[in-house]
């Protein structure tokens, strides 16, 4: 027991809070940034062929850091050594799908991965860049959360980059088409969730809202908590959709246009070695 309690605190260790574009904030977004680039350089030399098993292995390790948040959240080690499911961060955010699309990625074949994949290019890119890029209230006094929750973030940023640049996800439109129906999906099974949550009374006691899509909470996410104080819910559901279907249009946009830019710097500077050769 007393072994446990040592294990325990070592996962609770504390730190200072840290600050949005802090030291902390900015290593793990040149990290995010560094991972995709060496991803993208292993590939171009050879040594990573199988695109497939770089998307699972980096899901399973957001897995084992969920598990971890999981545990630290959870066990109560002060005195008598408890464990209450920490119902409030049940890990089927928006932010947690692209850890059960990826480990799905991993093992399907065929169209079904095809789709797993446009969405990881496309929603999973846009869920990781919010909160890189406006971190809000992720960070906590605990080093180990702070970390799970960058690399869990910054990851998606990362397998995005590693996805278009390999063309195994096309810079297209059609991809955001195949990647909505597994947005969709997974926002319904969230909406699904919401309900049972509140149907068997577990929102009286614990904070239980699903994407922050459920009728029988407050609102938290920006923006959208405004638009659910005045919109009746079937509408503002509908609106939730398209606003993040078009947050996820942009990521591909960007896509295409370094696609293009990268395409376009590519012909000159072969356009300039043809012209040097007949110098």
């Known amino acids: 027991m007393e072994f446990l309690r040592r294990v325990l605190q070592i996962l609770d260790t504390s730190m200072e809070e840290p600050t949005a574009y ?7 977004i040149a990290l995010s940034i560094g991972a995709a680039i060496l ?23 957001v897995a084992i850091l969920e598990v971890y948040k999981m545990i630290n959240f959870g066990f109560s080690y002060e005195g ?5 499911f920490p119902w409030s961060s049940f890990p089927f955010q928006f932010c947690s799908t692209p850890m059960y699309v990826g480990l799905l990625a991993g093992l399907a074949r065929g169209k079904f991965h095809n789709v797993l994949c446009a969405f990881l290019a496309t929603f999973a890119v846009f869920a990781g860049a919010a909160v890189m890029v406006y971190p809000g209230d992720v960070f ?15 990851s998606m940023i990362t397998i995005g980059i590693f996805l278009y640049y390999t063309d195994y996800v096309e810079a297209k439109f059609k991809t955001l088409l195949k990647a909505i129906p597994v947005f969709v999906s997974c926002l319904g099974i969230a909406v699904i969730l919401n309900e049972i949550g509140h149907k068997v009374g577990l929102t009286e006691e614990h904070f239980f809202n699903l994407f922050y899509v459920s009728r029988h909470e407050e609102g938290h996410l920006p923006i959208y908590s405004n638009v659910q104080e005045v919109v009746p819910y079937p509408w503002c559901f509908f609106i ?3 606003g993040f ?16 830019l990268g395409q376009a ?11 040097k050769e007949q110098i």
């Open 140 to 154: 906590i006094g605990t080093i180990g959360i702070n970390i799970q929750t960058m690399i869990c973030h910054g």
């Open 80 to 84: 008598k050594i408890e464990y209450n």
């Open 245 to 260: 279907t078009l947050a996820a249009g942009v990521i591909l946009l960007i896509a295409m246009g370094l696609k293009a």
């Open 22 to 28: 802090g030291w902390f904030h900015l290593l793990f």
């Open 39 to 61: 991803l993208c350089y292993l590939y171009k030399n050879g040594y990573i062929k199988n695109v497939r098993r770089v998307v699972f292995i980096t899901a399973v390790i």
């Open 240 to 242: 939730y959709i398209l």
């Open 265 to 275: 710097i590519g012909k000159k500077k072969q356009t300039n070695e043809i012209a």
